[in-house]
């Protein structure tokens, strides 16, 4: 069984930056979403990559701030945020997709605790 650890959160005045990491361990991963969940609302797409070099998805709230680097190790993601608004506060998860569409967390398994981002103004 596949088990993901986030870390990475903090706390940051707004137009800063942050760099988020996703490790897994059990077996290979292959495919990764990070999703956000905000205090009283639903989890929210934020990104995916697949390893085999397509072009990451960014959900349009982050996309142009947001950034999933391409150096990632065979055990690791990241996600870098840049530009980040006090909007963009939530706990950040990683998990790993199974089949369907990319942007709804009920096709994803497994997910980890998540790493608290607080972004003030």
């Known amino acids: 069984q596949v088990q993901l650890v986030e870390s990475g959160g903090g706390l940051v005045q707004a137009g800063g930056s942050l760099r988020l990491s996703c490790t897994f361990s059990g077996r290979a991963v292959r495919s990764v979403g990070w999703f956000r969940q905000a205090p009283g609302k639903e989890r929210e797409f934020v990104a995916h990559?697949?390893?085999?070099?397509?072009?990451?998805f960014y959900a349009y709230t982050v996309k142009g701030r947001f950034a999933i680097p391409r150096d990632n190790a065979e055990n690791s993601v990241s996600l870098q945020m840049n530009s980040l608004k006090p909007e963009d506060t939530a706990v950040y998860s990683c998990?790993?997709?199974?089949?369907?569409?990319?942007?709804?967390?009920?096709?994803?398994?497994?997910w980890g605790k998540g790493t608290l981002v607080t972004v003030t103004k």
């Open positions: 998990d790993i997709f199974s089949d369907g569409s990319i942007y709804d967390a009920i096709n994803y398994g497994g």
């Open positions: 990559i697949h390893w085999s070099g397509s072009p990451a």
